[in-house]
């Protein structure tokens, strides 16, 4: 019978300077990743209120449009509602402290008469009104009292009103 004998081997391992430049790329790589986060966290963060943003506008509009048209035109007081971080309406309008995370106010243009709002070639539709939103985020007392975190937008909001059907076809209905 015959034994296997092993042969000595010369490199039984990784040598110092091999591992130290493994040690040195692998650093190199996870400190650039991790530069990266603060970066990233930003762009999350944007998008996430520009996703809020456009909820809130939604349901501003739609709930200026249910609203008596020209009471709510006429009137100058604004409205302020609270939304939360997904941007939809905090239950009740209540103030929760937990869950709202954006303040809004909406006011009537009153840059204009309100009888309407200006188009071009200088004409003006009766049946559209202009809303100013602005929006914050800001954790204050007095959330609109720091400009970088107020986002303002405006809202058109139209006439809608029941009309009569006269005539032959409102026989027909």
Do not use: C, H
């Not at 456009?54 to 509009?61: E, M, P």
């Amino acid at each position: 019978m015959k034994l296997i004998t092993r042969r000595p081997s010369r490199s039984r391992g990784f040598s110092l300077v091999e591992v130290v430049l493994a040690v040195g790329i692998a650093a190199t790589t996870v400190v650039l990743l991790i530069s990266l986060l603060p970066t990233g966290m930003d762009q999350m963060r944007a998008s996430s209120n520009q996703m809020a943003t456009a909820r809130i506008l939604r349901w501003i509009s739609q709930d200026l449009q249910m609203r008596d048209f020209d009471e709510w035109a006429n009137n100058a007081a604004a409205i302020t509602y609270k939304f939360d971080a997904g941007g939809d309406p905090v239950q009740g309008g209540k103030v929760d402290v937990v869950n709202s995370i954006y303040t809004v106010q909406v006011s009537p243009d009153t840059s204009g008469s309100v009888s309407g709002v200006d188009l071009p070639g200088n004409a003006r539709n009766g049946f559209l009104r202009q809303a100013t939103v602005a929006i914050s985020d800001s954790p204050r007392n007095d959330p609109f009292s720091d400009p970088s975190r107020v986002w303002k937008r405006a809202v058109t909001v139209v006439r809608m009103e029941k009309t009569e059907v006269a005539g032959p076809a409102a026989a027909s209905l």
